[in-house]
């Protein structure tokens, strides 16, 4: 039977490579984003062309509601999730002390609370198939933290404890939990920096580039077809920067 990955944040991105990539190793593809419907579902349209089938579902996973109607679609079309690729995110740059209360709940719940609702949800279908994979993006910035970027790197830091604290209680049930720490990968995300900024940035990288987004993706599937003895780690993917 094929298996099914939900990829959440897959308008684009690096949630677009990675729900690409499953559709090209014969997986049933779910995507989904909370606003932009119109460029999911021309990532709908890619998945198919690749001959997976896919359900593309508007839902913002911070939102717990939201995350039951989704996963309720998931189940009445193709049963449970068997691997579990948490993207969605945002960023916000500034100062801390600029940043409002309800930009830090808005980030909160983009970037950590719906890693939570996702894997809740997912979890009970893993158990019950004693198999099952989790892959939360993250960032360097949840490892060391960074400047004007607090909110995002407490939301990764999260994420990372999250990743390795899930790890050790599924771990008797034949689930693994992973993360990527990625660095700079060269997506809308990062289309704020000025050129300038940008040659800075790379100066800074000894791999002399950004990332891309399909390279996230390769790192994807090898943790999902890894030795089951692989989980609870943090895999930093940043060219060497960090």
């Known amino acids: 039977m094929k298996k099914t990955v939900l990829v959440t944040g897959s308008s684009r991105g690096i949630g677009r490579a990675v729900a690409l990539k499953f559709a090209s190793c014969g997986y049933h593809v779910v995507i989904n984003c909370a606003r932009s419907t119109e460029r999911m579902e021309e990532v709908k349209k890619e ?61 909160l719940s983009a970037n950590l609370s719906s890693v939570f609702h996702c894997a809740k949800l997912a979890i009970p279908g893993m158990i019950h198939n004693h198999s099952g994979k ?80 399909e390279e996230v993706a390769d790192l994807v599937m090898k943790l999902v077809e890894a030795p089951d003895y692989l989980t609870g780690q943090i895999i930093k993917m940043d060219g060497g920067w960090i």
């Open 134 to 213: 989790i892959i939360n993006i993250s960032s360097v910035w949840g490892v060391c933290g960074a400047s004007c970027e607090a909110a995002y790197s407490a939301t990764k830091g999260g994420v990372n404890g999250l990743t390795m604290a899930l790890a050790k209680e599924l771990a008797p049930s034949g689930i693994q939990v992973n993360a990527i720490a990625c660095g700079a990968i060269d997506t809308e995300m990062n289309g704020f920096l000025s050129d300038e900024e940008h040659e800075m940035l790379l100066d800074e990288i000894p791999a002399g580039r950004m990332g891309k987004p």
């Open 47 to 107: 998945v198919e062309v690749l001959g997976a089938e896919c359900l593309a579902v508007q839902a913002d996973v911070g939102n717990p509601d939201d995350c039951k109607r989704l996963f309720k679609e998931i189940e009445s079309r193709f049963d449970h999730v068997d691997v579990l690729v948490n993207n969605a995110g945002i960023s916000i740059i500034g100062l801390l002390q600029d940043l409002s209360f309800e930009d830090w709940n808005r980030i």
